[in-house]
């Protein structure tokens, strides 16, 4: 079987689907790699590289779509900028495997699906334990979290480790993190290597030992969500109640810090606001602020998705795709993530959708047609299909 890597076209994306490393174990199992020329090299997996593992290079991007089966990081959906350019390559019963944005716009899932792919969604991935290595999304949000720290160290004045020098000494910088789920957990850790003192919430009360190991502080709100977490480990959203309480209670954390990065988001839900105007107008100027939900709404009142403002004496950085930053280790972790999925979906050099299994049932997407998963059929109100 073929695997079409093209490459990404989402602007200033520079990851790709598979890496070089990856191709022996994909070849042992059948597969033949065919990849855009170019589609690495921005990761810094240059063509040689792919060519030397066996994958054969194809400059044109219709011909890359030729394949079976098709591995793309932001496929149509997920890329809401260029993504539609790849519709008209796409063939009936190929199978499409990526980021789709399974819970973004009806209208483009059902153009995807009436193009007739077979696409699996990894953002639909179960989070369980047998379906570990292959969560795309865990490990875009590891990369994610990372490079928030970085991008608040840069653009903050202030120095983030306590340093003594000659000069007197240097207090540490104070990082806040709103939503401790696996970018928030990781923004925690990189921001305490980096030095900085770090104070993190979550509305799910078993975040506070996970803050707490990577030597964060937690902070207790004297309120409590109603089933904070569905079976899946998701928050689940509150009324508007809650979140007002929330901001009420999260002001003074806020402006006591000189870093905030929110990263609490509700899956196929508008971010809630959790850092209002006033908030950032109590902050000390100069201070930081990295809104990762800026994509989804935003964390934070005045951050704007895609666009570093300046407000009140703040910068607020609406990060969208920051894992695109880090494209080397993104597109690795990525590229191991889809060679664990690959054989649940392909037996014996054919398609085999084992429905039973709940890794394959739970990210197909479309097939046929239609939009055939059970839960985005339900979160669009689209009427039950029979079996
Ligand atoms: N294989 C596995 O078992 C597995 C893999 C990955 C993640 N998980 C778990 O799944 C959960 C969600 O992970 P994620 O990072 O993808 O989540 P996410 O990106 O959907 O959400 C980020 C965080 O924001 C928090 N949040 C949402 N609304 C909030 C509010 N109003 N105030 C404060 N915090 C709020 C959530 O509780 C979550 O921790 C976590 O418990 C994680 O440990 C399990």
Do not use: W
């Amino acid at each position: 079987m073929i695997i079409g890597v093209p490459k990404e076209i989402y602007p200033g994306d520079r990851r790709v689907a598979l890496v070089p490393a990856v191709l022996p174990t994909l070849a042992k199992a059948g597969f033949e790699v065919h990849i855009q020329s170019g589609a690495g090299i921005e990761a810094g997996y240059p063509d040689s590289q792919y060519a030397d593992k066996g994958a054969k290079l194809v400059a044109d991007r219709a011909a890359v779509f030729a394949a079976d089966i098709v591995v793309q990081v932001l496929c149509y959906g997920s890329n809401d900028l260029t993504g539609k350019e790849d519709l008209p390559f796409f063939r009936r019963d190929q199978v499409l495997i990526g980021f789709l944005r399974p819970f973004g716009s009806l209208d483009v899932v059902q153009e995807i699906a009436r193009a007739g792919v077979t696409a699996f969604s990894v953002e639909l991935m179960p989070r369980t334990t047998r379906a570990q290595s292959m969560d795309a999304l865990s490990s875009m949000g590891t990369v994610c979290g990372y490079k928030a720290v970085l991008v608040a160290a840069d653009s903050h004045p202030r120095i983030f480790p306590m340093l003594t020098t000659a000069a007197g000494t240097v207090t540490p910088a104070r990082v806040f993190v709103i939503g401790a789920g696996v970018a928030g957990l990781q923004a925690i850790a990189t921001a305490r290597r980096l030095g900085a003192v770090i104070s993190a919430y979550d509305l799910r009360p078993a975040a506070k030992e996970q803050v707490q190991s990577l030597g964060g502080r937690f902070v207790e709100l004297p309120i409590e969500a109603k089933d904070a977490q569905d079976a899946r480990g998701y928050a689940t959203a509150q009324d508007e109640g809650f979140y007002r309480r929330q901001r009420e209670l999260l002001g003074k954390a806020v402006q006591e810090s000189d870093v905030v990065i929110t990263a609490a988001v509700i899956p196929g839900k508008k971010s809630p606001v959790l850092v209002t105007e006033d908030m950032v107008k109590g902050m000390a100027p100069g201070s930081v602020i990295v809104d990762l939900a800026a994509e989804r709404g935003g964390n934070c009142e005045i951050s704007e998705a895609g666009k570093t403002v300046v407000k009140h004496g703040v910068t607020i950085i609406g990060a969208i795709n920051v894992a695109a930053g880090v494209p080397y280790h993104a597109s690795m972790m990525y590229a191991r993530n889809i060679t664990a999925f690959l054989p649940h979906l392909i037996k014996d050099q054919k398609l085999n959708l084992n429905l039973e299994d709940e890794i394959v049932r739970e990210t197909l997407l479309t097939r046929g047609g239609e939009i055939v998963n059970a839960r985005v059929r339900e979160f669009f109100s689209l009427p039950a299909l029979t079996p």
